[in-house]
C-alpha cells in the first residue's frame, strides 16, 4: 500500500450544491456487514447490563469466541481493508461517530441546513456512559470534533483538526435526545473556523466548542507497494 501525495477532493456535496436536508453521512444498508455490526453494538450495550451471575455467561462467551475467530479468520489483508475504508465517495462507513459498519459508533446521521449549518441527533446509551447516568466527556468531544469536520465539508471547506477549545456547560444525560450542531464561520487562507454544540431537545446547551482546522489532510492510502 502507498500514500496518495495528493488526496483527491470527493465530490461531497455542499450548501451551494446541495438542498436542505441533503444527508452528509453514510446511511444503513441492507448487508450482511450492517445487520452484524448492529447486532454487535446489542452486544455490547446487553453485556453492560447484564447480570454477571447469569449461568449462561460461559456460554455465550464461548460463542462470542468462536464469532470473533470467524471474523479475524475471514479478515481481509490490513492494508487491503485500509485501502477499502478510503476508497470511494468520501462517505466513511467506519468511523467511530457515523460508521454503520463500527460497532463503536452510536451512529449518528447528519443533515445539512440551508443556513449553512449542519446537525445530527443521537440517543446516548451505556456504551458512552462517563458519571453515573450522563455522558463521558471525551466522548462528547469526539462527536463534535467529528460533526465540526463535517460542517467543514458542507461548507466546501476540509482540513485537520488543529484546536478544539470545548467548554461544558452542564452534564450531557445519557438516554435523551441529543442534538449535535456544528457550523463553519469564518475562513483564512488554510484555516477554518467552527462553531458547534451539543444541545437537549429543549434547546438547552450542555456543551460548546470553538475550533481551528487547518487545510493539511493525511493522504488517503492507495493500492500498491
Same mark, same amino acid.
Given at each position: ?8 477532493? $470527493?465530490?461531497?456535496?455542499?450548501? #451551494? $450544491? ?5 444527508? =452528509?453521512?453514510? =446511511?444503513?444498508? &441492507? ?39 470467524? /471474523? ?24 467511530? +461517530? ?18 449553512? $449549518? ?21 466522548? $462528547?468531544? =469526539? /462527536? /463534535? ?20 477549545? +470545548? ?10 435526545? /441529543? ?27 450542555? +456543551? ?6 487547518? &487545510? ?8 500498491? #507497494?
Amino acid at each position: 500500500m502507498t500514500l496518495e501525495a495528493e488526496p483527491r477532493r $470527493s465530490a461531497f456535496p455542499t450548501v #451551494s $450544491s446541495a438542498p436542505e436536508g441533503t444527508v =452528509l453521512t453514510s =446511511l444503513p444498508r &441492507d448487508l450482511p456487514v450492517d445487520r452484524a455490526t448492529a447486532a454487535a453494538r446489542r452486544v455490547i450495550d446487553a453485556l453492560l447490563r447484564t447480570d454477571r451471575e447469569d449461568p449462561d455467561l460461559d456460554r455465550i462467551a464461548d460463542e462470542l469466541e468462536r464469532a470473533a475467530a470467524h /471474523l479475524e479468520e475471514h479478515a481481509d489483508d490490513l492494508d487491503e481493508r485500509m485501502f477499502d475504508m478510503w476508497d470511494g465517495d468520501g462517505v466513511a462507513r467506519h468511523d467511530p +461517530v457515523t460508521g454503520h459498519e463500527n460497532a463503536l459508533a452510536p451512529p449518528i446521521v447528519v443533515r445539512g441546513r440551508a443556513d449553512g $449549518s449542519v446537525e445530527g441527533r443521537v440517543v446516548l446509551t451505556l456504551p458512552y456512559q462517563g458519571p453515573p447516568g450522563y455522558v463521558h466527556g471525551g466522548v $462528547s468531544a =469526539l /462527536l /463534535l470534533d467529528h460533526v465540526l469536520g463535517v460542517a467543514n465539508a458542507w461548507a466546501g471547506a476540509r482540513g485537520a483538526t488543529a484546536q478544539l477549545d +470545548v467548554r461544558y456547560h452542564r452534564p450531557v444525560p445519557l438516554f435523551e435526545p /441529543l442534538t449535535v450542531a456544528a457550523r463553519a464561520v469564518t475562513r483564512d487562507g488554510l484555516k477554518t473556523g467552527t462553531v458547534g454544540e451539543i444541545r437537549l431537545a429543549d434547546g438547552t446547551v450542555c +456543551v460548546s466548542v470553538d475550533a481551528l482546522f487547518v &487545510d493539511k489532510t493525511v493522504p488517503r492510502p492507495q493500492r500498491g #507497494s
